[in-house]
Nanobody
C-alpha cells in the first residue's frame, strides 16, 4: 500500500520559517518525481514546487527565492523549506508523487 504522510505545518508569524516533510512508503521512492501543492480556502489547489527523480527543481513564481524543495532518497522523504513566509502562504500543503498518490495535507498558517 502506497502512502504519503506530511508533517511540519503550524502557525508562524510573517517573516518566519517552517520545514515540511513528506515520507513515502510502499514505493521505490527514488524513481519518481515529487511535488508540493497548496490549497487556500476558496481557491484551487496549485503547484508550489516540484523535484524530479534526478533532483531538478521548479517553483511557482510566488515562492521563488523563498521556498526550497529537496529530497533524501535514503529516507524516502521530500522536504519543503519555507522562509520569509507571508500571510498569503496560508494554506493546506499537500505532497504528491508522480505515480498519483496524495498525502493527507498539513495546515500552514502565517499570521501578520
Amino acid at each position: 500500500q502506497v502512502q504519503l504522510v506530511e508533517s511540519g505545518g503550524g502557525l508562524v508569524q510573517a517573516g518566519g520559517s517552517l520545514r515540511l516533510s513528506c515520507v513515502a512508503s510502499g514505493i521505490i521512492f527514488s524513481l519518481f518525481g515529487m511535488g508540493w501543492y497548496r490549497q487556500a480556502p476558496g481557491k484551487q489547489r496549485e503547484l508550489v514546487a516540484a523535484i524530479s527523480s534526478g533532483g531538478s527543481t521548479n517553483y511557482a513564481d510566488s515562492v521563488k527565492g523563498r521556498f526550497t524543495i529537496s529530497r533524501d532518497n535514503a529516507k524516502n522523504t521530500v522536504y519543503l523549506q519555507m522562509n520569509s513566509l507571508k500571510p498569503e502562504d496560508t494554506a493546506v500543503y499537500y505532497c504528491k508523487g508522480d505515480w498519483g498518490s496524495w498525502g493527507q495535507g498539513t495546515q500552514v498558517t502565517v499570521s501578520s
